[in-house]
């Protein structure tokens, strides 16, 4: 799919853009990536590692709330979300996992650490363990993708052709569908449209929403949940029992393929678990990143 701009993107990502903007950046290989780091300073660092669509200003109340409870995080944007770089190349797993890695080493963190994912991001974030899993002390997912076929209209993307007509021509739509299926409440709906639908204004976000339905294995990734088990790195898995994205019915296959050391069912909630019951994530997350003495070795 060749690299364009939506008509109404109408803003452009640059050194006085960013000015204006909250967090931090950092140049990496591929481009520039937004990042916040904060926290107490002597506390365990938390890595979150974000979704398809999202921002790192998705995890602000997670992060509040890991902070509450002494921990330290790194919340950042992928490239293409948020006010990160669009790039011009592939959107695959590949660049996502070497952004983590690259962003780490440039902000010259102490490792092992704790890493969470959600949605996409719990793709990256597996992934990113099995290339370095000594770097990772326990891994906490909430509703992972990577269980479901490809569903057919997104066969069509795999056609650049076929697939740049589709994102010129119906995708903010089809980007404003999926949010919709999001988040369970209302309220926090209109909130996560707002605050993707604002990055989404800068040049060559729709590009990147499509490359990345084109390029990244969102989809039949059995094989990196069971290598993911496999390194013995301690498990947490989180899910919203009205998940309307990666429905809750995979709940008992990701048990079997991942086995987790523990499971926790978010009641009234939808798939955005860490943005919408941020604080009962966050004692989840927290009460789990205490010592694990019987933590295999890969």
């Not at 990160?84 to 650490?113: K, N, W």
């Not at 301690?234 to 393929?257: A, K, M, S």
Request: aromatic content about 8%; overall charge negative; hydrophobic content about 40%.
């Amino acid at each position: 799919m060749k690299y364009f701009v939506a008509s109404d993107e109408d803003r452009r990502l640059d050194p006085e853009t960013r000015r204006a903007l909250r967090g931090s950046f950092v140049t990496l290989s591929d481009g520039v990536t937004h990042y916040e780091l904060t926290g107490p300073e002597t506390g365990e660092l938390a890595v979150l590692v974000g979704g398809l669509t999202i921002p790192l200003s998705y995890w602000d109340g997670l992060a509040t709330r890991l902070h509450a409870r002494g921990l330290r995080t790194l919340a950042y944007s992928a490239y293409g979300r948020g006010y990160s770089d669009r790039i011009r190349g592939r959107y695959d797993e590949a660049l996502f996992v070497r952004q983590l890695a690259e962003l780490t080493t440039a902000l010259d963190l102490t490792s092992p650490r704790h890493v969470v994912g959600t949605s996409m991001g719990a793709l990256v974030a597996m992934a990113y363990a099995n290339l370095s899993p000594e770097t990772v002390t326990t891994l906490a997912v909430a509703g992972p993708a990577g269980l479901t076929r490809r569903p057919l209209p997104q066969l069509l993307l795999r056609n650049d052709v076929v697939g740049g007509f589709i994102a010129r021509r119906f995708g903010r739509g089809l980007l404003e569908d999926h949010l919709g299926h999001n988040v369970r409440d209302p309220g926090r709906a209109a909130e996560l449209v707002a605050m993707v639908q604002d990055a989404y204004r800068y040049e060559g976000s729709l590009h990147a929403f499509f490359r990345t339905l084109q390029d990244f294995p969102l989809y039949e990734r059995q094989d990196l949940f069971r290598s993911t088990a496999r390194l013995g790195i301690p498990v947490l898995l989180v899910w919203g029992d009205d998940d309307q994205v990666t429905p809750i019915p995979h709940l008992d296959t990701v048990c079997e393929l991942l086995r987790p050391r523990q499971t926790h069912v978010i009641t009234e909630c939808g798939h955005m678990a860490p943005f919408e019951r941020p604080d009962d994530v966050g004692d989840l997350v927290a009460s789990f990143t205490v010592p694990h003495p019987d933590r295999l070795e890969p």
